[in-house]
């Protein structure tokens, strides 16, 4: 079946260095995919998404990425501070299904000081 | 705003109780979502509601049934708990036609059903 998830479970970085969190996807039809951030014991935030059509959009901090040949999304974190530490998951949505999202299993970051 | 506030926040149950989570959104949004989070896995959808006055079945809805109250109230209920119910639940909303799933959450529902 169609399925998004991510390569690695785990990422530590140093605080003030660039964070780079990778996902696979295999819908092909996917129109939008999305990074989603979520702290401990809080709900999952929007970050930033990307369409289909493109494969670069930049936010405050973020990058995300999308190569569709290889089916993968990356997302940048720029000086990644404490405050990004968190559980990062990327989704994916077509336009049709409205916004039920397939939700890839997550990234744990920690960012040491 | 609030946004989108779920209750309760931690529950407790035996194996074969009844109970109904409950969320209500203040954003004016016409999509609301029920997703489940089990532990290392990412959020899986139990039901979704386009609008008001109707609700259909997402990924996981076996178990579940849902209530869209009204435009702002989304419930879900849990006619006999199991174990296997056991998770995080959490509510969502969002602006109809957002395609590019924007999705609201509220702060999740910690349900144990021993």
């Known amino acids: 079946g169609e399925s998004v998830g991510l390569h690695l479970p785990t990422l530590s970085v140093q605080e003030g260095d660039n964070s780079i969190i990778n996902c696979a996807y295999s819908?092909?039809?996917?129109?939008?995919f999305i990074w989603y951030k979520q702290e401990s014991g809080k709900g999952p935030q929007f970050i930033i998404d990307i369409r289909s059509n493109m494969d670069k959009r930049q936010g405050q901090r973020v990058t995300v990425l999308l190569n569709k040949t290889v089916k993968h999304l990356s997302l940048q974190i720029a000086a990644t501070q404490p405050g990004d530490s968190a559980v990062y998951f990327c989704?994916?949505?077509?336009?049709?299904?409205?916004?039920?999202?397939?939700f890839g299993e997550g990234t744990q970051l920690t960012v040491n000081p | 705003n609030a946004g989108v506030t779920q209750t309760p926040k931690f529950q407790v149950l035996k194996t074969g109780q009844s109970m109904t989570l409950q969320c209500a959104q203040d954003?004016?949004?016409?999509?609301m979502y029920w997703y489940r989070q089990d532990p290392g896995m990412g959020l899986r959808l139990i039901y979704y509601?386009?609008?008001?006055?109707?609700?259909d079945k997402g990924e996981v809805p076996n178990g579940y049934n849902v209530s869209r109250l009204n435009k702002r109230e989304f419930s879900l209920r849990l006619e006999s708990a199991a174990p296997s119910q056991t998770s995080v639940y959490f509510c969502a909303s969002s602006e109809v036609g957002s395609g590019s799933g924007e999705l609201f959450f509220g702060e999740g529902s910690r349900l144990t059903v021993l």
């Open positions: 954003m004016n949004h016409n999509s």
């Open positions: 989704a994916e949505n077509e336009e049709t299904s409205g916004s039920r999202l397939t």
């Open positions: 819908n092909s039809a996917s129109d939008y």
């Open positions: 509601s386009a609008s008001e006055g109707t609700t």
